[in-house]
């Protein structure tokens, strides 16, 4: 639908440019001839580019952007400071005097919460907008921002901006306020979908850029709604692609330096062909205000969770039901891997399909329908991909060898926290200890479990490699190198067995009141 803005550009362009600028001032260093320096000047001349402007790609894409107004009939919460870009209101406005900048500024835009006709006029004299009303009436308790995708009025935003809401209302860059209806949304990866009803109008919207042309160093422009100032447009460029800030197991952003405040949260980033190249979701900012490092969510993951979303309300994901965490170095040396990747096996959910197809803790996963898993989270977003009920091929690494196993996914269940991963790598509490045994080798105090399986950990060397690796009192062995333990000769013998094999590292399953994980320790000194 849009106009494509080709002759704009990318940073990588610049920089070639100045590369060639750098030459021509290093043969001037030299003493080269002046003819020769010319030449130089003059392929600088012809391929340095103009400065870019924005501002035919703003004029048309700025109308498919929209603010997004969330109410609730709650007071309006207070900063949760949790890195979000997401804009809350913080004090209420009745405690602001009517001459504060801030009042004034909301008013100015919209966002006064006092506008009781305003309420009114959406949700009737004797609905929620009234405030003698049973329920309370609505309150502005967050807003964001959101763009259309379709002509008949449907809105992607992000999940974190509609959460707490029970009324939103999309403001247009006219001013225009369309009340809008939440059609779903994905809380891992932090998108919504919101329909407005045009009554027949044709709402202008943008599409989805194809990932495999972005690149490091390209151009791109943010439009949102920061700080309640609708139409805000910042550009930067893609700063760096594939990001993992730990907000779930599907991370995958595009880092970017455009400025992103509170409230640009579900507005777009785009290209200079007007192509939303992502979501704008979050920021990394000790103040709280933008210092250029912001994230978006990539338009190849938003593009299928926004069709699912259209068309079920939700997203469909597939299931393996085993606890993986990642492969370290030490780990990988520990069970004989050449190195450090693929998603390690701490436990199969029992019933699942990974346990069903006979998937066991300790297997390492090292590649899907033959290609090469790269870490744990790499594994947990491509079974996502998947649809329930297909079949996956598994290559796996068990006791040495590899091995094949066939794996018919299932539909991730509505309260799992994690859909094929859960990364067990936090800090676990500790539970009371059960007796005392020393393998002082290790920093280990151990002592039999309450329940005979394990060896129950009851004392931990602060300066071991075991207090390092977060291994706690209260914690339990349930195996070493994937064998079975029950008492110390039992850890000694698999010990003095890896040495024997020339491992210097043994692979310790930690059970605690909150799952299960691996941990690789030395061994070198074990008797």
């Known amino acids: 639908m849009l106009k494509n803005f080709n002759g704009r550009p990318s940073l990588a362009t610049v920089l070639k440019a100045s590369t060639v600028a750098g030459i021509a001032a290093a043969v001037l260093a030299t003493g080269v001839p002046l003819e020769i320096t010319r030449s130089y000047a003059e392929a ?28 609730n009939r709650v007071n ?76 008949d009025g449907y809105i992607v935003t992000n999940n974190h901006v509609v959460s707490d809401g029970q009324a939103f209302v999309a403001v247009m860059n006219d001013g225009t306020e369309l009340d809008a209806k939440l059609i779903g949304k ?30 490091v160093g390209d151009w791109v422009v943010a439009v949102g709604n920061p700080f309640g100032l609708g139409g805000t447009v910042t550009a930067g460029i893609v700063s760096a692609r594939g990001r993992d800030i730990g907000s779930g197991p599907y991370d995958d952003y595009l880092q970017v330096d455009a400025a992103v405040n509170r409230g640009n949260s579900g507005g777009p980033t785009f290209n200079l062909s007007g192509e939303v190249v992502g979501i704008n979701t979050a920021i990394f900012s000790p103040s709280g205000g933008s210092v250029g490092i912001a994230f978006a969510i990539p338009a190849s993951t938003a593009k299928d969770v926004v069709a699912d979303l259209m068309k079920d309300g939700q997203v469909s994901r597939g299931w393996l039901g085993v606890q993986i965490q ?87 269940p509505a309260d799992q926290k994690d ?14 200890p059960a007796s005392e045994k020393a393998l002082a080798d290790l920093g280990l105090t151990v002592g039999p479990s309450d329940d005979g399986k394990g060896l129950a950990i009851t004392g931990i060397d602060p300066d071991s490699d075991a207090a390092d690796k977060g291994i706690k009192e209260g ?45 690789a320790l030395p061994i070198n000194g074990q008797g």
Do not use: C
């Open 44 to 71: 600088v001349k012809v391929q340095a580019p103009a400065v870019p402007s924005f501002a035919n790609v703003v004029d048309a894409v700025s109308p498919a952007v929209v603010s997004v107004r969330v109410e």
């Open 186 to 215: 994905d809380p891992r990866t932090d998108l919504a979908v919101l329909k407005v009803d045009g009554k027949g109008k044709k709402f202008t919207y943008v599409n989805w850029a194809d990932d495999n042309n972005v690149r």
């Open 475 to 519: 914690e339990k062995i349930t195996s070493v190198n994937n064998q079975e333990v029950s008492t110390p000769a039992d850890v000694v013998k698999v010990l003095n067995q890896a040495k024997k094999d020339g491992r210097t590292r043994a692979l310790f399953q930690i059970q605690s009141s909150e799952g299960s994980r691996f941990v």
């Open 419 to 432: 859909a094929s991963a859960d990364d067990s790598n936090q800090p676990q509490q500790p539970e009371a």
């Open 326 to 412: 990642p492969v370290t170095k030490d780990i990988a040396e520990s069970i004989g891997l050449s190195e450090p990747s693929g998603a390690l096996v701490v436990a199969p959910q029992a019933g699942s399909p990974g346990d069903k197809a006979g998937m066991k803790a300790g297997d390492v996963v090292t590649a899907l329908n033959g290609e090469t898993i790269k870490d744990a989270r790499d594994l947990s977003r491509r079974i996502g991909a998947m649809q329930p009920g297909s079949k996956a091929e598994l290559s796996v690494w068990r006791a040495g060898k590899a091995q094949s196993l066939t794996v018919e996914l299932g539909t991730l």
């Open 76 to 151: 309006p919460v207070a900063d949760n400071n949790d890195g979000f870009a997401f804009d809350f209101n913080g004090r209420g406005f009745d405690d602001l005097p009517d001459d504060h900048p801030l009042k004034r500024f909301f008013r100015q835009f919209g966002q006064d919460p006092n506008d009781q006709q305003g309420h009114q006029r959406r949700f009737g004299q004797n609905g929620p907008g009234n405030p003698n009303g049973p329920k309370g009436r609505l309150r502005p308790v967050a807003q964001g921002s959101g763009f259309f995708i379709s002509e």
